[in-house]
């Protein structure tokens, strides 16, 4: 072969080698880049970055007035990524107290072999800043909203807490799809030797969740723990609750539950007991407060009248080989005496008069035995067995509140049913909801469930019920200026070993609404297991007066007996009518009057009423509160017949102090 022959094939040979080579690089890369593209990209922002869920922000809780519950707050939440930590074991000793975890158990989280790993979500400011101040490597803190409840213990059973994965109790569970929102994502970056986060960057930013409107009133529910709290400190019971409705729409205005809990720490409590709203979820045998049920039933059905007399046997009764004693020996008792009395003879013997189906019947109707469909998590429908299970004593025990057992939320509705003229309202701790703007979205009309006995009917019970409070066992609830209707109840409890009553207070409650010809307000009151306290006469019915009376200040409904009064509402939020007070007294005195105008201002228009009663004037009332304008001016000449008018501005609502997992002592938050 020639030398240029050779130089030819060599090139030739080198000429293929080089394209060899390029055909093979040229078919990596397009392997790489077109055939292994969506992989490798996948492989890298694994290696590089990791993509994390962000919270939104949810949801407010606020009062039927807007006032505050739950709201949300911005956050952090702690991360760690354990590759990248120095010195564990060191890292844990500075951590641990700082986040108040033990020290093993944020040394596990930090040698987890996982990239990626929480170490604390939700952490407080001030706790972000000191773990910042670590300066450590492998830490970082992605945005995540906290939840604060400003009031504390306040309807903390109504309202519950969120947990990581959202709400746990009360509304927060039961509205966690309209609170929660809709959670984001970003993405959170490493340099290229994995050492730290150098980038976090949102790729879908979270939606804020919907709000809640409770039905509840802030001060009243606050007036109903104050009193509450009180009987339950006192009497050292097991447990207490107090549930205020307006019958009129079924409205709760409030729920209180003893023990109680700090939703902004729920787990700091001795038991999860503390966060069980007893009110929906608990039922007892309610004793004597149940005989106003069949009560009513036999009025409808015309097996009584009030002025029947029924003899009470002096004091027991023997039936299916069972003595039933009275807690007081009666001989003759008219039935609205059987009421008055609380005869246990009298009520058996009107229950076996009114027959066990009408009596099942008109139970169930009432609402027992069903859940209420209030909307709360692990409603209870109470034991109401069906007729055909039922015993010889069966009829007699139900009919004085035994082998019956109901919630604290059936009772009050269905004592609501009465104050409401025989109508039974759905109850409703909702109102509305609405969005991150306040514009509303869906509303929670009032809704009558059904007629349960006639307006006549509840009418004459309501009688019957008046005279309990002003001459009976009840006389502990009066209000003064207002007419309570109500009854009491003691009943004992069931010993699971003996299967026998127990002797040892049991359940003791009070049920009546105010004021009994216009009711505004339905209040049932139960204390279980007190003990120093053996009737509900004596431990319930005083919690019904201080919480009622309050309450009706705060509302400005007026006395009775100081003067008539017609409102009418003049938009939102305000009062505005036209008054003409007459004293209870009549014109004796009238002479002796001082007829110049008193100070009003800062008063309440139930204070203004009553001290203008002497004067017999006209009166124009506009907006609601504390008065703040009065015409005529304070010291003038009103003559007789003349027209005064009062300008009322709202007050603002009290709230619930900070104090020490309790509510703030107040003068006059002692024993009624």
């Given amino acids: 072969m020639t030398p240029d022959g050779s130089l030819r094939t060599r090139v030739l040979i080198l000429a293929a080698v080089i394209a060899a080579a390029f055909g093979g690089l040229t078919a990596r890369l397009a392997d790489l880049q077109i055939v292994r593209h969506a992989e490798l990209g996948q492989m890298a922002e694994r290696q590089y970055s990791r993509t994390v869920v962000l919270g939104a922000q949810r949801g407010p809780i606020v009062d039927r007035h807007g006032a505050p519950l739950a709201s949300s707050t911005p956050g952090e939440s702690l991360f760690v990524q354990p590759r990248h930590v120095g010195d564990p074991v060191r890292v844990a000793a500075r951590l641990a107290p700082v986040l108040q975890m033990p020290e093993a158990e944020v040394h596990q989280a930090l040698t987890s072999s996982r990239a990626f790993v929480w170490l604390r979500r939700k952490v407080a400011p001030a706790v972000a800043a000191e773990v910042r101040d670590l300066r450590e490597p492998g830490l970082g803190f992605m945005p995540e909203p906290l939840r604060l409840y400003p009031n504390r213990e306040l309807a903390a059973h109504v309202v519950g807490f969120e947990g990581t994965d959202g709400g746990l109790e009360g509304i927060e569970r039961s509205f966690n799809d309209e609170l929660a929102g809709t959670p984001g994502k970003a993405i959170v970056g490493r340099d290229a030797l994995g050492r730290e986060v150098v980038t976090q960057q949102v790729i879908q930013a979270p939606a804020p969740g919907h709000g809640v409107m409770l039905t509840l009133d802030t001060t009243i529910q606050y007036l109903a723990e104050r009193e509450l709290d009180a009987a339950y400190r006192r009497t050292g019971a097991r447990a207490a609750m107090a549930v205020v409705m307006d019958p009129r729409s079924g409205g709760i205005l409030a729920m209180a539950i003893r023990p109680t809990f700090n939703p902004n720490t729920f787990a700091d409590v001795p038991s999860r007991d503390h966060w069980r709203n007893r009110a929906v979820t608990d039922p007892f045998e309610p004793g004597s407060t149940f005989k106003v049920i069949l009560a009513a039933a036999a009025l409808e059905e015309g097996t009584v009248r009030p002025d029947d007399r029924i003899y009470a046997e002096d004091g027991s009764i023997t039936i299916a080989k069972t003595t039933i004693h009275d807690w007081k020996r009666y001989g003759w008792l008219t039935f609205a005496e059987v009421l008055q009395h609380s005869s246990n003879v009298g009520a058996i013997k009107v229950g076996l008069g009114l027959g066990r189906d009408r009596a099942y019947r008109y139970m169930t109707a009432f609402g027992f035995g069903a859940p209420t469909g209030v909307g709360l998590a692990g409603e209870s429908r109470g034991v109401l067995r069906e007729p055909g299970r039922w015993s010889a004593l069966t009829l007699p025990t139900v009919s004085i509140g035994q082998e019956v057992s109901v919630t604290a939320l059936q009772m009050v509705t269905a004592i609501g049913a009465l104050a409401n003229g025989g109508t039974l309202m759905q109850p409703r701790l909702v109102q509305a909801t609405f969005d991150a703007s306040g514009r509303e979205i869906r509303r929670f009309e009032p809704r009558a469930v059904r007629q349960v006995v006639s307006a006549e009917a509840a009418r004459t019970l309501t009688r019957l019920m008046v005279r309990v409070v002003q001459s009976g066992t009840g006389h502990n609830a009066a209000i003064p200026g207002y007419e309570v209707a109500g009854k009491t109840g003691t009943a ?17 409650s009070f049920a009546g609404f105010v004021p009994a010809d216009d009711p505004r307000l339905v209040i ?8 120093n306290e053996k009737w509900g006469s004596e431990a319930a019915a005083p919690i019904f007066a201080a919480i009622g009376r309050d309450v009706l200040r705060y509302l400005e409904v007026p006395p009775r007996d100081a003067q008539q009064v017609q409102i009418v509402t003049g938009g939102e939020g305000s009062l505005a009518g036209r008054v003409r007070l007459v004293s209870a007294g009549g014109e004796e005195g009238a002479d002796e009057r001082d007829p110049r105008m008193p100070d009003l201002s800062g008063k309440t228009l139930r204070q203004a009423l009553a001290a203008l009663v002497p004067l017999h004037p006209e009166v124009e009332i506009s907006g609601r509160g504390v008065v703040v304008r009065q015409t005529p001016a304070a010291g003038a000449i009103v003559e ?11 007050p603002s609502a009290p709230r619930v102090a900070p104090g020490r997992g309790r509510l703030p002592a107040e003068a006059g938050a002692g024993p009624r």
């Fill in 640 to 650: 007789p017949g003349a027209t005064a008018r009062l300008v009322l501005t709202a």
């Fill in 492 to 508: 004992q409890k069931l010993d699971p070993v003996t299967r026998r009553y127990s002797r040892a207070p049991g359940v003791l």
């Fill in 524 to 531: 049932f009151v139960m204390l279980d297991e007190p003990k």
